[in-house]
């Protein structure tokens, strides 16, 4: 089972954990967009997969149709961006558990991705070190004694690490903190955005956290700053959890009218799912659905999206038919033994 439908440490608060390294070969241009330079990469790219291992396949962007490409960015394998603006120099190397994805000249030459499910900082930063170092024993890697890692965006620079942790946050919005939590942790080097990463809102009380500096410190100290944040983020969210159970019935009645909208909808826009799972989460994490489990709410929030609907019941929709679609596809998820 793909790790995006399996349950971690602390999965009731931290969904995922995300490492990316971001890295550039010394002999291109930053940032390439010619045809000749693009090819040459690609094909250094793919001599690489056949000698690194991991079960890593190569796909050119282009070669894909519009549904994957967007059940990737729906998975947070890829990011928008590259999918819509990177269409005819992008690539990727991913394995079928697709827990590493590497972007292939998306914004650096390399943005190598490893996944976890849950709050699991340490194991999946050693594995993407240790891809990184297999990668790095085949290619030459754009770097200066001063610096470190060279970027194509002075952000990246140094180490070129981004350590992300994607959490939901319903009981600190709903007892009104969460402003206050979320301004807090700013003031610790600390980037806050929506499900998509970079210019994307929250949504459905989801927040990704990650590194703001990469320079000047270690991939240590920035794996163990995000580690200690996210802690006490989770200690936050549960504490406000506490606080909204003691009043039950309200709590109760609000997890089961969403529910009951999702159980007996006959038609349901992906949006509106994605509102409505926030509290049956909840309300499943809290133990207050016994109809419910961890399966069941991941199988919901990813097979409900828009083109994860269509590769799930392998058929192409119009909006309104996906709509209709989605309403029987979370019954059916639902009722499952």
């Not at 009380?205 to 920035?222: A, H, P, R, V, Y």
Request: with cysteine; aromatic share 8%.
């Amino acid at each position: 089972m793909n790790w995006y439908l399996q349950s971690g440490k602390d999965s009731d608060v931290a969904i995922s954990t995300r490492i990316r390294l971001a890295r550039n070969l010394s002999e291109f241009k930053f940032n390439i967009k010619d045809k000749e330079s693009v090819n040459k990469l690609e094909e250094k790219i793919k001599e690489l997969s056949w000698n690194i291992g991991y079960g890593l396949k190569f796909f050119k962007l282009k070669d894909m149709d519009d549904i994957t490409k967007m059940s990737l960015v729906e998975k947070n394998l890829i990011s928008p961006e590259f999918a819509l603006n990177r269409n005819e120099i992008g690539s990727i190397l991913i394995n079928d558990d697709e827990n590493i994805c590497i972007m292939i000249n998306e914004e650096d030459h390399l943005r190598i991705q490893v996944f976890s499910s849950g709050f699991d900082i340490e194991n999946t930063l050693n594995l993407a070190k240790e891809l990184d170092t297999k990668i790095q024993s085949f290619l030459n890697y754009a770097m200066s004694n001063d610096y470190g890692y060279l970027t194509s965006c002075p952000t990246n620079v140094g180490t070129g690490l981004r350590v992300s942790v994607m959490l939901h946050l319903p009981a600190l919005r709903k007892t009104k903190n969460i402003e206050k939590v979320l301004d807090a942790i700013t003031n610790f080097g600390v980037n806050i955005r929506g499900i998509y990463g970079e210019n994307s809102k929250s949504s459905s009380d989801m927040f990704q956290i990650s590194n703001k500096k990469t320079l000047g410190i270690s991939e240590e100290d920035i794996a163990k700053n995000i580690k200690i944040i996210t802690e006490k983020i989770i200690e936050q969210e549960r504490a406000a959890r506490k606080f909204l159970i003691k009043d039950n019935l309200d709590l109760e009645d609000k997890v089961y009218r969403n529910f009951g909208i999702l159980k007996n909808c006959r038609k349901i826009s992906s949006s509106e799912v994605r509102e409505l799972l926030s509290t049956v989460k909840l309300g499943t994490d809290l133990g207050i659905i016994d109809e419910m489990t961890d399966l069941k709410v991941l199988k919901l929030y990813l097979y409900t999206k828009p083109a994860n609907l269509q590769k799930y019941l392998g058929e192409q929709y119009e909006e309104l038919e996906r709509d209709v679609k989605r309403a029987e596809v979370i019954k059916q998820i639902i009722n499952e033994k």
